[in-house]
């Protein structure tokens, strides 16, 4: 794990950018021959572990001594709101007969 602590904005800048280009090479030598998408895909996701290890710490010192409350409301939609069903075309009638 990367440690920042003590590290100035510059600083953690730089390591950041440090790491994410290491991040990015290893990730594209690793899947040459893959389609656009998958390495779009993939360089998404390891950017964010990247980033993930860098602000762990500094996360992790501001709820020290915290409690975290995480709170889901379910309510209903509008009445006016409802989901069409998409209708079947008269083709596919004809051809299930």
Same mark, same amino acid.
Request: avoid cysteine.
């Given at each position: 794990?990367?440690?920042i %602590? $003590? !590290?100035g904005? +510059? +600083? @953690?800048r730089?390591?950041?950018? %440090?790491?994410?280009a290491?991040t990015? !090479?290893? #990730?594209? !030598?690793s899947?040459? *021959?893959?389609s656009k998408? +998958?390495?779009i895909?993939?360089? $998404? &996701?390891? /950017?964010g572990?990247?980033?993930? =290890?860098v602000?762990?710490?500094?996360?992790? &010192? !501001? @709820?020290? $001594? &915290?409690?975290?409350? /995480? %709170?889901? +409301?379910? @309510?209903?939609?509008?009445a *006016?709101? #409802? @989901?069409?069903k998409k209708?079947?075309?008269?083709a596919? =009638?004809?051809?299930?007969?």
């Amino acid at each position: 794990m990367n440690n920042i %602590s $003590g !590290l100035g904005e +510059e +600083e @953690v800048r730089e390591k950041l950018a %440090s790491i994410l280009a290491n991040t990015y !090479l290893n #990730t594209l !030598l690793s899947k040459a *021959g893959k389609s656009k998408d +998958e390495i779009i895909q993939i360089l $998404g &996701r390891e /950017i964010g572990f990247a980033l993930a =290890a860098v602000l762990q710490e500094p996360l992790q &010192r !501001l @709820v020290d $001594g &915290r409690k975290i409350r /995480i %709170s889901i +409301e379910l @309510v209903p939609k509008e009445a *006016g709101h #409802t @989901v069409k069903k998409k209708k079947k075309k008269k083709a596919n =009638a004809k051809k299930r007969q």
